[in-house]
T-cell receptor, first 113, second 112 residues
Framework: DTGVSQNPRHKITKRGQNVTFRCDPI?????LYWYRQTLGQGPEFLTY????????KSRLLSDRFSAERPKGSFSTLEIQRTEQGDSAMYLC???????????FGPGTRLTVL | QQQVKQSPQSLIVQKGGIPIINCAYE??????FPWYQQFPGKGPALLIA?????SEKKEGRFTISFNKSAKQFSLHIMDSQPGDSATYFC???????????FGGGTRLMVKP
């Protein structure tokens, strides 16, 4: 499968714990995006990378959130001190720079108890 | 403003009907308008997209109509099938940066 992959697919954690998600983009894509989707809503942009550089962050991305893409390939999204309001589907997408089409992964569903 | 407003929130049609989903945007810097289809438990999948230099684009049973002056665009699904039952999202972005701003979604049910 050459699509965007995300792991884990589901994560249940207790409030206050730290969680980390991983995204592997389509291999030749140099742009990688993170979005968050709550139930019944459209995805909301969080941040994006061009290769290893993080170029933009949404105001939705609080200080508890950090994203990395150390070698310009896979990316991780970490949430520290999780809160119940962090419960959502976290989606990763990738694209070619200069192209608009974004291809989404299946998402990681986070439940914070 | 970065908002994209989508309507209706839900839609029920009979098989063979033509559901129409509408979106309106405010930011005139947007120059790319895709539609995504999402099934439960899956990520959004790109259906069709349009740029503001054309007023209509058709791919298979899916058609986008675009009205630049009104800042509105819509998705038509011809000869709808039960397998089209899903949530549809419109979105918009600027070429620079490319982050997508999504509408709130329309849950479509096509009855057999």
């Amino acid at each position: 499968d050459t699509g965007v992959s995300q792991n884990p697919r589901h994560k249940i954690t207790k409030r206050g714990q730290n969680v980390t998600f991983r995204c592997d983009p389509i291999s030749e894509h140099n742009r990688l995006y993170w979005y968050r989707q709550t139930l019944g809503q459209g995805p909301e942009f969080l941040t994006y990378f061009q290769n290893e550089a993080q170029l933009e962050k949404s105001r939705l991305l609080s200080d508890r959130f950090s994203a990395e893409r150390p070698k310009g390939s896979f990316s991780t999204l970490e949430i520290q001190r999780t809160e119940q309001g962090d419960s959502a589907m976290y989606l990763c997408a990738s694209s070619l720079s200069g192209g608009n089409e974004q291809f989404f992964g299946p998402g990681t569903r986070l439940t914070v108890l | 403003q970065q908002q994209v407003k989508q309507s209706p929130q839900s839609l029920i049609v009979q098989k063979g009907g033509i559901p129409i989903i509408n979106c309106a945007y405010e930011n005139t810097a947007f120059d790319y308008f895709p539609w995504y289809q999402q099934f439960p438990g899956k990520g959004p999948a790109l259906l069709i997209a349009i740029r503001p230099d054309v007023s209509e684009k058709k791919e298979g049973r899916f058609t986008i109509s675009f009205n630049k002056s009104a800042k509105q665009f819509s998705l038509h699904i011809m000869d709808s099938q039960p397998g089209d039952s899903a949530t549809y999202f419109c979105a918009a972005s600027r070429t620079a940066g490319n982050m997508l701003t999504f509408g709130g979604g329309t849950r479509l049910m096509v009855k057999p």
